[in-house]
């Protein structure tokens, strides 16, 4: 397998995830569980709390198929931790801890076998590559992974359109915009142009988030629908249409991020 460009710490990853776990075909990663990377001390988190979004195999990815992200990306950067990996659709905020083949919303809405089969699928669909996004991460009071958890739930579409807001300097928001201040290194060449916040979606293939305002998908937690006494039917629906057009994106962004790095390599294997 020959690298046509630069990182090779992150092509040799690659390959090794790539003949260790996909049975040497790249396109099995579009349905990898990165969960199965756990105690893997070389594609895994060797040294850190173990993360699907920010394992090797992961960091590596981003590096490969998003050469044009930021300031560029590379593993050097990754492990002085300049950029993290993310989660695009949680898990946990809108159906809460998921452990034994059970998760937590079943015990407190009234869901049916059938939704309760797609949550299922979900805990594994969520930990898929085409979830995973790099952000820049250097930290205010809170990077910007755990300030979008802070803000707005982790939902990814509100956090695209609080970045579109930043990059046209449409309002100032006490935290955020401090915050993406401090990132400024990687967001200032998208930032003050017409065009900016739409390559900033194209270089990450987000997108498929921009633009969904779904009204019937409040950014709440489940611990917040339950409080506000959401009924179980309710409930449900936002269910269906989360998973429903989660699932539609992560498949879709897989497709291109394997595209994207198939194009990065020539090969009879990929």
Not at 97 to 104: L, P, S, V
Not at 119 to 138: A, C, D, K, R, S
Not at 139 to 162: C, E, G, I, Q, V
Request: overall charge negative.
């Amino acid at each position: 397998m020959t690298r046509i460009g630069s990182d090779i710490r992150a092509q040799k990853i690659l390959e090794t995830f790539t003949e260790r776990y996909l049975h040497g075909n790249l396109c099995n990663i579009k349905t990898f569980d990165l969960i199965k990377l756990k105690g893997d001390s070389e594609l895994g988190c060797p040294g850190r709390n173990f993360d699907c979004d920010d394992t090797n195999v992961a960091r590596a990815v981003y590096v490969l198929a998003f050469p044009n992200a930021y300031d560029g990306l590379s593993m050097e950067k990754f492990d002085r931790r300049i950029y993290r990996g993310d989660t695009i659709n949680s898990f946990k905020t809108l159906m809460g801890t998921f452990e034994e083949g059970h998760a937590e919303c079943e015990d407190h809405f009234n869901l049916t076998p059938d939704l309760c089969k797609k949550i299922h699928e979900f805990i594994h669909t969520y930990h898929t590559i085409g979830n995973m996004v790099p952000l820049p991460n250097i930290k205010t009071t809170k990077t910007l992974n755990l300030m979008r958890s802070s803000l707005w739930n982790d939902f990814f579409p509100p956090f695209t359109h609080a970045v579109k807001k930043y990059l046209y300097e449409e309002s100032y928001h006490e935290k955020f915009t401090p915050l993406m201040d401090a990132n400024g290194f990687a967001f200032d060449r998208y930032k003050g142009y017409e065009s900016g916040f739409g390559e900033w979606l194209e270089d990450l293939l987000i997108d498929g988030y921009y633009g969904y305002d779904q009204p019937l998908i409040p950014p709440l937690s489940m611990r917040q629908h339950i409080k506000k006494g959401t009924s179980s039917e309710i409930y449900s629906t936002i269910i269906e249409l989360f998973i429903g057009h989660s699932t539609s994106v992560i498949t879709d962004r897989a497709d291109k991020i394997i595209k994207k790095l198939k194009q990065s390599y020539t090969t009879n294997n990929i």
